[in-house]
Each structure stands twice: as C-alpha cells, then as structure tokens.
C-alpha cells in the first residue's frame, strides 16, 4: 500500500491514475496514522517551496513524513522532491525537509525560457533501485523553475538546461524526481512500478 500524501499542494489525478493503471494499491490521505502504516510514501507538489512547507505544517504531517524516511521507501514528485531538501530560496529562504543534503534555487538559463517546461533527455549518474529497467536516452516531462543543488553522490538521473539539473535523486529510503514520472509516459511508469516494487 501506497500513501499518496494530500496536503492541498499538489496534482494528485494524473498521479493516481498511473497508479490505477499499473495495479498499484493506494490511498489518498493527510492521516498520520494512514501514512504510518502504508508500506511506502509518495509526496507530490506543485506551486511554491515555501507554500508547501506551511500547508505540510498545517496538515500536520511532517513528522509522518520524517518518522517513514527513517525505515520505508518514500517519493518526492517535482515540488515533492524539492522540499526533501534543507533548504529553499523561492520567495525567500525557507526551511525543507532536510532529508537530501543540499539546496533549491532559481533556474540559471540564460537564452532559455523559464520555466523549465516540456520534454528532457536525462543521463544515469549513479544507478539506483528506480533506474533499473531503463535504456540509455529516456525523456522525462519537466516542468519547474526552480533546481536542487546538491552532491554528486546523490544524483541518479541528470538533465541539462543551461545547467546541469538533478532529475532523480537518492539518498537511504529517500528518492526525489524532478520530472512528472505520472506524465512520462513508459519510461515515467517504469519509475513508478521500481518505486512499488522496492525491497526494504
């Protein structure tokens, strides 16, 4: 079982459609208690960073959310993965996670539009349990302005727009993908069955 967390800050249909379609079993939900006994954690996001942490504060959940990175898989979606994060400086530096050592900041690609929006060749760095299964040359769908910075050693995937961006990244039970695996079409399903399947 799968707990798609809910907290107001994210998309949750076309993720819980993926999940439909793949046979996964979840369920949507704020409870603590809900999240504790699922067997692994998505959290999702779209909007701001420091948005997310407060409505993440007021569901109540973040200590849910710290106590399941400690002993079960759990999966950072876009926002979701930023916010795994120590810190954050969209709109101001805010407090994340700090599941990931490292930091989000502004995209830096100048020529390019920002946001970062639309289809992405990502390139393995270090292979994890969510990569296995891929080809060499898989696209994944972006969208963001904001990027993570952070150790080489926690980087799986990488993509590059005007610089070199973490797409999938790892460390312990903790995974974050920048990309929209539920909008990735095979390759983005691939993601999400490994993420299903972990062994812990």
Same mark, same amino acid.
């Given at each position: ?5 809910? @907290? ?6 076309? /993720?819980?459609?993926? !999940?439909?379609?793949? +046979? &996964?079993?979840?369920?949507?939900? #704020? ?16 909007? #701001?960073?420091?948005? %997310?942490?407060? *409505?993440?504060? +007021? ?12 002993? *079960?898989?759990?999966? +950072?979606?876009?926002?979701?993965? $930023? &916010?795994?994060?120590?810190?954050? @400086? ?6 994340? /996670? +700090? /599941? ?6 502004? !995209? ?20 994890? %349990? ?10 994944? @769908? ?11 050693? @926690? ?11 973490? %797409? ?9 993908? $920048?990309?929209?695996?539920? *909008?990735? #079409?095979?390759?983005? /399903? ?7 399947? !972990?062994?812990?």
């Amino acid at each position: 079982m799968i707990a798609v967390i809910d @907290y107001g800050a994210g998309n949750l249909y076309s /993720l819980c459609n993926s !999940l439909r379609y793949l +046979g &996964i079993e979840y369920t949507v939900t #704020a409870s603590e208690e809900e999240i504790d006994r699922a067997d692994r954690v998505i959290l999702p996001g779209v909007g #701001a960073f420091r948005e %997310a942490m407060e *409505k993440l504060e +007021g569901a109540g959940v973040i200590p849910a959310i710290l106590h399941s990175a400690a002993r *079960k898989p759990l999966l +950072g979606i876009c926002l979701g993965m $930023q &916010i795994l994060f120590e810190r954050g @400086y969209e709109f101001g530096e805010s407090a994340g /996670l +700090g /599941l990931i050592p490292g930091t989000v900041r502004q !995209l830096e690609a100048p020529g390019l539009k920002i946001p970062h929006m639309g289809w992405n060749e990502v390139k393995l760095q270090n292979p994890c %349990a969510l990569t296995q299964g891929m080809g060499e040359g898989e696209y994944f @769908y972006f969208v963001h302005s904001f990027c993570a910075h952070t150790e080489e050693r @926690y980087i799986s995937l990488y993509t590059e727009y005007g610089e070199k961006i973490p %797409a999938l990244v790892h460390s312990g039970y903790v995974y974050g993908a $920048q990309f929209h695996p539920e *909008k990735s #079409a095979a390759a983005g /399903l691939q993601i999400l069955k490994n993420f299903a399947e !972990l062994k812990v």
